[in-house]
């Protein structure tokens, strides 16, 4: 019999809920463009309306979407197949959307200020991702405090959460992104891009590219080779314990997702197909991965809540 997953419905609450701020947000900075147009300055940026427009309907479709619903909470295989698609779909949907930005801009330049500049598009994707990852790992880990007399799974997905931390700390240059503050001069001196932050000094900036590749094999390695393991070490274990070890295994359909990671990391670090994918386009990788993380750990955070017979 199939079960519903109480947390899915909230999350799919949630996610309607953040369409519908992301909309008021952009209606908000559009009435502010039009009023300092009014007032003598420059024309208001038409594309605040579009994300407007499109988020107030993705917020009205996932309110309405029963189809949604089952893919965030629902437990038979008609849903993991749905998530299967969703996987592939999402994938196929980053690809679209790198080759429609790049063909779209009139050169490298533009394509990179419009992507990678300050207060661009992947930029802050980032932050958004990380700041939702490190929020899930921090609660996943009370959750398993809650649940276990252990206390060494819970600290250590808490451990993961601080990690994510540093990683947003890192891409926001430690608050320099927000703050605009000046690299004080001994790290602007050794530091490649000029920032306060620490991957970017000399001797991890030379070894960057192929450091990132194999962390990210290393990854996809865990993802593909996890489910199968735990599968073998659950056997023989209560059903209680065999839902929890579940829980915290990475899906078997998030494969691709590391996949792609890593194949972008390889191109990049052996300078493969140089005249397509530029270095920069690692960020669309780490953003990737980033959400790929961030994906794994709202299924478990649903997967360790309340469970209902489905009616």
Same mark, same amino acid.
């Given at each position: ?36 147009? &009014? ?12 994300? &407007? ?99 060494? *799974? ?95 295994? *990475? ?61």
């Amino acid at each position: 019999m199939a079960v519903i997953y109480t947390r899915g419905r909230a999350l799919k609450t949630a996610i309607a809920s953040l369409f519908l701020v992301v909309a008021a947000a952009s209606l908000l900075t559009v009435a502010v463009q039009l009023v300092m147009s &009014a007032s003598g300055g420059s024309n208001p940026d038409l594309g605040w309306g579009v994300v &407007a427009g499109v988020s107030t309907g993705l917020a009205a479709w996932a309110t309405r979407s029963q189809g949604l619903l089952r893919l965030l909470s629902v437990a038979d295989p008609w849903a993991h197949q749905g998530r299967t698609r969703a996987v592939w779909g999402l994938l196929l949907f980053v690809l679209l959307l790198v080759v429609g930005l790049k063909t779209g801009s009139p050169d490298r330049d533009v394509y990179k200020n419009l992507v990678f500049g300050e207060g661009g598009l992947v930029e802050w994707s980032q932050v958004l991702v990380l700041v939702l990852a490190t929020r899930a790992a921090w609660l996943i880990g009370s959750d398993l405090n809650a649940r276990l007399q252990e206390r060494r *799974p819970g600290r250590l997905f808490q451990f993961g959460a601080a990690c994510l931390a540093l990683v947003l700390m890192e891409e926001l240059a430690w608050g320099q992104v927000i703050f605009s503050w000046r690299t004080p001069p001994l790290l602007n001196e050794i530091n490649a891009q000029n920032e306060t932050t620490l991957h970017n000094i000399g001797w991890f900036q030379d070894r960057l590219d192929l450091g990132t590749f194999l962390a990210t094999l290393g990854v996809l390695a865990v993802v593909v080779l996890a489910p199968r393991w735990m599968q073998a070490l659950t056997k023989h274990c209560s059903e209680s314990m065999a839902a929890l070890t579940r829980a915290l295994t *990475p899906a078997v359909y998030s494969w691709p997702l590391f996949l792609a990671v890593s194949a972008l990391a390889f191109c990049i670090a052996t300078r493969t197909f140089s005249e397509l994918i530029l270095n920069r386009d690692q960020e669309w990788g780490e953003l990737v991965l980033y959400a790929s993380i961030y994906l794994l750990l709202l299924r478990t955070r649903v997967l360790l809540g309340p469970v209902q017979d489905a009616p």
